[in-house]
């Protein structure tokens, strides 16, 4: 394989992804971020020249019912994402959202 892979196969961000561009979009079928070491395992196994995460736990109020959960999938999945790809030396494009980084800090290049 040696194009985009892209985490999330049926969201909507990932899905607009794939009318866009062919990519690999895998759903949780194919790699479940909430177990340690999946999203790794998949990266490693399709040798991809990028990655997309337009995975996410999004619901926002379950969230908090479902800290840990949530956190292994928006944190820990994530994390593991950008040690697989450094060791690959492959870009990793995270998808965020403005609940996190609202785009009211100061950044780099930021005057
Ligand atoms: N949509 C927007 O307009 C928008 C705007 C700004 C930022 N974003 C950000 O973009 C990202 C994606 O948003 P979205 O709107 O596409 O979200 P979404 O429609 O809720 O899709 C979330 C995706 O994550 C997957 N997922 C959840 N838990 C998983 C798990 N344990 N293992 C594997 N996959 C899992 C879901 O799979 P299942 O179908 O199996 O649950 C689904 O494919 C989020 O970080 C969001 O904050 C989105």
């Known amino acids: ?10 969201g909507q961000v990932a899905r607009e992804l794939q009318h866009l561009a062919p990519v ?3 759903g949780r079928d194919a790699a479940d ?12 196994a399709h040798r991809p020249r990028a990655v997309i995460n337009a995975a996410a736990y999004t619901a926002v109020d379950p969230a908090e019912d479902e ?3 949530a956190t ?7 994390a593991e994402m950008a040690l697989a790809c450094a ?10 959202t403005d ?13």
């Open 24 to 26: 690999l979009a895998l």
């Open 33 to 44: 971020l909430a177990q340690p070491g999946a999203c790794a395992a998949a990266i490693h």
């Open 1 to 10: 394989m040696s194009g985009l892979l892209v985490f999330g196969r049926t």
């Open 87 to 96: 060791a690959l030396n492959i870009p990793l494009v995270h998808i965020s």
């Open 72 to 78: 292994a999938i928006n944190g820990a999945a994530p």
């Open 67 to 69: 800290a840990d959960l």
């Open 99 to 111: 609940y996190v980084f609202p785009g009211t800090g100061h950044h780099l290049g930021a005057r």
